[in-house]
């Protein structure tokens, strides 16, 4: 079992940058795919972006292609995502998820976070 926790939210103006990261518990860390996941009031959450088992693959949404990346540190245990040119339709709540092995662009994930809110001034 994993358990994810992000941090790294916050308010900021358009434009600007934020680094989230979810930190996951368990020494099974490295076998798990990871994914952040956003939702905005009254929508769906949507995928964002995902990352591999080693980091060497990676998958965006089109709406962040340029401007978000994604990482990990499997030493750490953690995945980053880190946000720039920030625009106001990126704000909502942002989720992280593991899922063994096998990366999708759906939620279709096995553990979540609890979310942390971004929040893009216009």
């Known amino acids: 079992q994993v358990q994810l926790v992000e941090s790294g939210g916050g308010l900021v103006q358009a434009g600007g940058s934020l680094r989230l990261s979810c930190a996951g518990s368990?020494?099974?860390?490295?076998?798990?795919?990871m994914g952040w996941f956003r939702q905005a009031p009254g929508k769906e959450r949507e995928f964002v972006a995902a990352?591999?088992?080693?980091?060497?693959?990676?998958y965006y949404t089109d709406s962040v292609k340029g401007r978000f990346t994604i990482s990990r540190d499997n030493a750490k245990n953690t995945v980053y995502l880190q946000m720039s040119s920030l625009k106001p339709e990126d704000t909502a709540v942002y989720y992280c998820?593991?899922?063994?092995?096998?990366?999708?662009?759906?939620?279709?994930?096995?553990?979540w976070g609890q979310g942390t809110q971004v929040t893009v001034s216009s």
């Open positions: 998820a593991a899922r063994r092995f096998v990366v999708v662009t759906e939620p279709r994930y096995d553990y």
């Open positions: 990352i591999g088992l080693s980091g060497d693959r990676t």
């Open positions: 368990g020494r099974t860390f490295t076998t798990y795919a």
